[in-house]
């Protein structure tokens, strides 16, 4: 979520919805980004008072977070949408929210990204070399500079990695590569995480958990968290494998929204199955062109 502190908590929608899926062996990762967009019919949810109906997915965290449902609520509203849509039940949930990425980020140091298509940023400039939100850019009255995000791989700070993840607009495919880059970022994260000796080091993981603590919210169901940990110790970043919805691309119906493309749903299909290494092997357009 981008909750922003001028909000209101509960009128939040979901800013980016990826799928978590682990298989019963636990030796892989999967991520599916499901595109905000795309039209979905929300249950019913007492909760809340929400009636039911058809809006965009990202619509179901708000509709369940109002009237006292919390982001709580919104979570339980958000599962139940993608399992009507896909049939995919869930074992728990985390929420994110995107201003406390950026602490979680610097308690890593960077983070190395690759940049495929280059993008001006439509949220911060630099002012004096500082890169600042240009609402708070334009208050300085001193000359801005767009921040651009060039093609090329290097370590990003966490104000840089966060930027870059939530830009969308001058990308070729929008939403779908926002999507691709969020992933990786992701990736990049628990990479660096894994292969830097972090987890192993008290202090480190000291402040790493610290920063996790403002930026996720956590449920892991009837699995304690001890437990998750430790069945995943063998998975690194190398093996969180990334899939794209509808192979990347704009599936849109007639309402002028996004739908899922019958392979997609076949994905799903697989992940109930917990055949989606098969489903990939033959599916291999579903994979992530980023790195």
Request: net charge positive; charged share 25%.
């Amino acid at each position: 979520v981008d909750a922003r502190e001028r909000w209101a908590a509960d009128d939040v929608r979901a800013d980016s919805i990826i799928v978590l899926h682990i298989p019963a062996s636990h030796d892989q990762a999967y991520l599916i980004s499901i595109p905000r967009d795309t039209e979905a019919e929300i249950p019913e949810f007492s909760k809340s008072g929400y009636p039911g109906g058809t809006d965009k997915i990202n619509a179901a965290f708000q509709a369940g977070a109002r009237n006292g449902g919390g982001w709580e609520g919104g979570a339980q509203l958000m599962a139940q949408t993608i399992k009507k849509m896909t049939g995919v039940s869930f074992d728990g949930a985390a929420i994110i929210n995107f201003g406390g990425f950026k602490s979680v980020i610097d308690a890593l140091g960077t983070v190395r990204i690759c940049v495929s298509q280059e993008v001006k940023s439509a949220h911060m400039s630099y002012v004096d070399d500082k890169p600042m939100w240009n609402a708070d850019a334009k208050k300085t009255g001193k000359a801005r500079t767009p921040v651009v995000h060039k093609k090329g791989c290097r370590e990003m700070e966490g104000w840089a990695a966060l930027d870059y993840s939530r830009q969308r607009y001058g990308l070729k495919n929008g939403d779908y590569d926002r999507q691709q880059n969020q992933q990786q970022l992701i990736k990049a994260m628990a990479r660096k995480a894994t292969e830097k000796g972090i987890l192993s080091n008290p202090v480190k993981l000291q402040q790493l958990t610290k920063a996790a603590g403002k930026a996720f919210i956590l449920d892991t169901g009837k699995a304690s968290l001890p437990d998750l940990v430790f069945t995943m110790r063998g998975v690194t970043g190398n093996e969180l494998t990334m899939l794209r919805t509808n192979g990347g691309n704009f599936h849109g119906n007639a309402n002028g929204r996004e739908t899922l493309s019958p392979q997609t749903l076949e994905m799903f299909q697989a992940v109930r199955r917990d055949e989606l290494g098969e489903f990939i092997y033959t599916n291999p357009a579903m994979l992530s062109t980023r790195k």
